[in-house]
């Protein structure tokens, strides 16, 4: 069966530090993946799209890498903030389908001042 | 306005009450969708609209009835249900499907919060 898995443990991290998420996911032929920042009580926000022919996108402090051999996308905020703490949620789009994103259950990051 | 609008925020309802939960798009998009989040579990998506027409409907009890009266309204019709059903519930929409593959970035209400009693 098709599995989208981030870590359920959450992430705590010193500020001015780099925090890295994972998603790994199986039994997938990605057209493309998003990341998304969801706060307590809040709809998520899309941060970051990577299609599944690219490597690595960049925007501001964030950094998604794809590598579609291992099956996995990490997520690097860097020079963390407080501000950072949130959930992030990895979904993916299938090729060939109907290319609506399923979600996983997200990754909370927590950044210590 | 901006964004994807959802009222109400919080709901509460017993198993023998009829309810329902409107979203309101301003971003001018053709597609939206409902999907159910509970604790410790990802995001379930239930119903998608495209172009006010239903195109996909994840196996949801019927007791879960939605209605796509023009592109920029969503509801969800709630009719006897359950504690389980307690959770929270999110309105999204995007530009369109993404079926080019291109990918589709979704914009999400806020939310609302529902307890059934």
């Known amino acids: 069966s098709q599995k989208i898995e981030q870590n359920s443990e959450a992430l705590n991290i010193q500020e001015g530090k780099t925090a890295t998420l994972t998603c790994n996911y199986t039994n997938y032929s990605p057209a493309y993946l998003q990341w998304y920042r969801q706060d307590p009580g809040r709809g998520p926000v899309f941060l970051l799209l990577?299609?599944?022919?690219?490597k690595e996108k960049r925007k501001e402090r964030l950094k998604v890498t794809f590598d579609t051999t291992l099956k996995q996308s990490l997520f690097h905020i860097t020079a963390s903030q407080p501000a950072d703490s949130a959930t992030y949620l990895c979904?993916?789009?299938?090729?060939?389908?109907?290319?609506?994103?399923?979600f996983g259950r997200g990754t909370s990051l927590i950044v210590h001042p | 306005e901006t964004g994807v609008t959802q009222t109400p925020r919080h709901l509460v309802m017993g198993m023998t009450n009829k309810k329902s939960l409107k979203c309101e798009q301003h971003?001018?998009?053709?597609?939206m969708y409902w999907y159910k989040q509970s604790a410790k579990k990802p995001l379930e998506l239930m119903f998608v609209y495209s172009l006010e027409e239903r195109v996909e409907n994840n196996s949801v009890p019927s007791r879960f009835s939605p209605e796509c009266p023009n592109s920029s309204h969503l509801f969800l019709h709630l009719h006897t249900l359950q504690p389980e059903d307690s959770a929270l519930y999110l309105c999204a929409s995007s530009q369109d499907l993404g079926l080019a593959g291109w990918g589709n970035e979704q914009f999400f209400g806020p939310g609302t919060r529902l307890t059934v009693l």
């Open positions: 971003l001018g998009h053709n597609a």
């Open positions: 990577i299609r599944e022919n690219e």
């Open positions: 979904a993916l789009a299938k090729s060939g389908g109907s290319y609506i994103p399923t």
